[in-house]
């Protein structure tokens, strides 16, 4: 198996976002995966999420606009009330149409189509990547929102039934997730439901955290969208 690290960071200049692809890169991707980091941690902290995918995957590591410090990242800014989180709506939306855009110019460089791209990520980067692809859902095949949320302030934005026909999902979650309770999940698989989009639901006796059994199933229904 073919060890994948990640190389310099570099920025695109249609949104602004830098990003890191994981090497070797495939001389011709036929598939292209863009992962998402959660609040606080960087682009490299998701890495791990790509250990043992195909050799033809182009792996982009992308990293949210806002600096928390010096190796420290976000997608928007939250608050964790005893009403729930309470985020910037603002700052969540500029990030939805930035990734939406550099989506567009990764598939573009690339050569890789969007029947061929999968958004996914950890904690807000799960988020980002449900609010991408439900809104969105010919920038992507797939989306994967791993121990996240679906954010309500979307909901005037989703796509139709009709678009969203051919979106595939994976959502996974920690039974025993202290920041963003089971009950987030619960909700995502009931709204995901509601609005026909095809997807998997699956929960890990974790805390807020990525496992091996959770990885691994993800990496098995990404190869599973062909």
């Known amino acids: 198996m073919t060890t ?92 939805r149409q930035a990734l939406i855009q550099l989506l567009a110019e990764l598939q573009r460089q690339h050569g890789v189509a969007a029947q061929q791209t999968v958004v996914a990520g950890f904690s807000q980067g799960g988020i980002m990547s449900a609010g991408v692809a439900l809104t969105s859902p010919e920038s992507v095949a797939g989306f994967g929102l791993l121990s996240g949320r679906i954010l309500p302030e979307i909901a005037a934005l989703l796509a139709s039934r009709e678009r969203l026909g051919r979106l595939q999902g994976f959502v996974a979650h920690g039974e025993h997730d202290s920041k963003l309770p089971v009950e987030w999940a619960q909700r995502a698989h009931a709204w995901l439901d509601e609005l026909g989009v095809s997807h998997a639901l699956r929960l890990y006796p974790i805390d807020h955290s990525i496992s091996a059994p959770m990885q691994a199933d993800f990496l098995r229904w990404l190869a599973a969208l062909g």
């Open 4 to 95: 994948l690290t990640p190389g310099a960071l570099q920025t695109d200049p249609v949104s602004g976002l830098s990003y890191r692809l994981l090497l070797p890169q495939p001389l011709a991707p036929r598939r292209c995966l863009v992962l998402l980091h959660g609040v606080g941690g960087n682009e490299t902290s998701v890495a791990g999420l790509a250990e043992g995918i195909a050799d033809d995957t182009l792996v982009v590591l992308a990293r949210g606009p806002l600096a928390l410090g010096p190796t420290q990242f976000a997608w928007f800014q939250v608050s964790f009330t005893a009403d729930g989180p309470r985020i910037v709506p603002e700052q969540a939306e500029q990030s």
